[in-house]
């Protein structure tokens, strides 16, 4: 099953204020921040924002990564520390929004979708990115897990994203995330194989609801990964003084991928789609089969029931010789089961040559 988190704001909110979020959905936050330039690597965790700004005014480049769903006060704050628009925070606190790219005096706001997929559920996280020219703040609210091979990168000695600036870091972020989806879509793959081999063999009405549930959760994918090809192009049609004309060759490669993912995400409704009409398929199949047994079951009792019917009539034998003499005879009953045997057996076989079973 796939999760989309959507909060809106009550009517008549103006745009770009924090709304209170209730106390049970806010998670702690936790802050790292990695500073770097092609000499060396400071990775320092769970820091305060205002010890971020030592950082910010060096000359190295600077990732500062927010993780947990923060309370409006607490973003309120993150804000005023690293200077973000009001309305930028109100979709970072309002998780669920469509990809998109915004662009604030000289601050780019970018929103991307992440998917996750643990025993067979879907969860899209929100990733919403502030690039300026020195450094890059991200929030996400669920695990970190996903962005540690871009730290491993940043560590590794003579690394290319190490000698680049912060721009570059972010087209490895929006590459991660994009990527992100082909494990994702793998996934249902080896679900879609495993429905196909379900199909084939046996029908039931939890093959039905899990075709249904595959069906949903690829579409609901869809909705969150289909603008995401949008906000890529936009990066790369826009001139954004914060990103460098060489890192838009990457980009570029991004928005490749963005195509791929979509195509495998089209092929897989339509696979989805079409193995409902195969199970529908397979239940008309079944049930056919099913009446044509009843069928020539049915068939070859209807002359062993005439035979029946006949010699249940009551007739007085002594009235008359014509009267059902055959009852009198002393194999009579033996003949009528052999007879009635091998009318049977003579239905089969013709049934059989003519391959109606």
């Given at each position: 099953?796939?999760?989309?988190?959507?909060?809106?704001?009550?009517?008549?909110?103006?745009?770009?204020?924090?709304?209170?979020?209730?106390?049970?959905?806010?998670?702690?936050?936790?802050?790292?921040?990695?500073?770097?330039?092609?000499d060396k690597v400071t990775v320092k965790d769970n820091v305060e924002a205002a010890?971020?700004?030592?950082?910010?005014?060096?000359?190295?480049?600077?990732?500062?990564?927010?993780?947990?769903?923060?309370?409006?006060?607490?973003?309120?704050?993150?804000?005023?520390?690293?200077?973000?628009?009001?309305?930028?925070?109100?979709?970072?606190?309002?998780?669920?929004?469509?990809?998109?790219?915004?662009?604030?005096?000289?601050?780019?706001?970018?929103?991307?979708?992440?998917?996750?997929?643990?025993?067979?559920?879907?969860?899209?996280?929100?990733?919403?990115?502030?690039?300026?020219?020195?450094?890059?703040?991200?929030?996400?609210?669920?695990?970190?897990?996903?962005?540690?091979?871009?730290?491993?990168?940043?560590?590794?000695?003579?690394?290319?994203?190490?000698?680049?600036?912060?721009?570059?870091?972010?087209?490895?972020?929006?590459?991660?995330?994009?990527?992100?989806?082909?494990?994702?879509?793998?996934?249902?793959?080896?679900?879609?194989?495993?429905?196909?081999?379900?199909?084939?063999?046996?029908?039931?009405?939890?093959?039905?609801?899990?075709?249904?549930?595959?069906?949903?959760?690829?579409?609901?994918?869809?909705?969150?990964?289909?603008?995401?090809?949008?906000?890529?192009?936009?990066?790369?049609?826009?001139?954004?003084?914060?990103?460098?004309?060489?890192?838009?060759?990457?980009?570029?490669?991004?928005?490749?991928?963005?195509?791929?993912?979509?195509?495998?995400?089209?092929?897989?409704?339509?696979?989805?789609?079409?193995?409902?009409?195969?199970?529908?398929?397979?239940?008309?199949?079944?049930?056919?089969?099913?009446?044509?047994?009843?069928?020539?079951?049915?068939?070859?009792?209807?002359?062993?029931?005439?035979?029946?019917?006949?010699?249940?009539?009551?007739?007085?034998?002594?009235?008359?010789?014509?009267?059902?003499?055959?009852?009198?005879?002393?194999?009579?009953?033996?003949?009528?089961?052999?007879?009635?045997?091998?009318?049977?057996?003579?239905?089969?076989?013709?049934?059989?040559?003519?391959?109606?079973?």
């Amino acid at each position: 099953m796939t999760f989309f988190t959507k909060r809106y704001h009550p009517p008549g909110t103006p745009p770009g204020t924090l709304t209170q979020m209730p106390a049970e959905e806010a998670m702690p936050l936790r802050i790292r921040l990695i500073d770097y330039d092609k000499d060396k690597v400071t990775v320092k965790d769970n820091v305060e924002a205002a010890d971020c700004h030592a950082f910010l005014a060096s000359s190295s480049s600077t990732w500062i990564h927010v993780q947990g769903h923060p309370t409006e006060a607490a973003l309120r704050e993150l804000g005023s520390a690293f200077s973000l628009h009001a309305l930028a925070l109100e979709d970072v606190l309002n998780t669920g929004q469509r990809p998109k790219v915004d662009k604030f005096d000289d601050q780019l706001f970018i929103i991307m979708s992440l998917p996750t997929i643990e025993e067979d559920r879907v969860t899209i996280q929100q990733v919403s990115l502030f690039l300026h020219k020195t450094f890059l703040i991200s929030f996400c609210v669920g695990d970190f897990a996903p962005f540690e091979p871009v730290v491993r990168r940043l560590q590794a000695e003579g690394s290319r994203l190490r000698s680049r600036g912060v721009d570059f870091l972010l087209y490895s972020l929006i590459d991660l995330v994009i990527d992100q989806g082909f494990p994702v879509l793998e996934d249902f793959g080896l679900q879609l194989e495993d429905l196909e081999e379900q199909i084939l063999e046996s029908v039931g009405r939890e093959t039905l609801h899990r075709i249904h549930t595959v069906k949903r959760e690829l579409i609901l994918l869809r909705r969150m990964l289909w603008p995401q090809r949008e906000a890529v192009n936009q990066l790369l049609r826009g001139d954004y003084e914060t990103i460098r004309a060489e890192t838009l060759i990457y980009l570029r490669d991004c928005y490749d991928h963005t195509i791929q993912v979509m195509d495998l995400l089209e092929t897989y409704r339509d696979m989805a789609g079409s193995m409902l009409d195969i199970y529908l398929s397979s239940v008309s199949n079944r049930m056919n089969d099913v009446m044509r047994v009843l069928t020539v079951i049915a068939t070859i009792f209807i002359p062993l029931t005439f035979i029946v019917g006949v010699y249940g009539m009551n007739f007085d034998r002594t009235a008359g010789a014509w009267n059902m003499p055959e009852l009198g005879w002393p194999f009579g009953y033996l003949l009528i089961w052999v007879v009635m045997i091998l009318i049977a057996v003579l239905m089969v076989v013709f049934f059989r040559r003519r391959g109606w079973f």
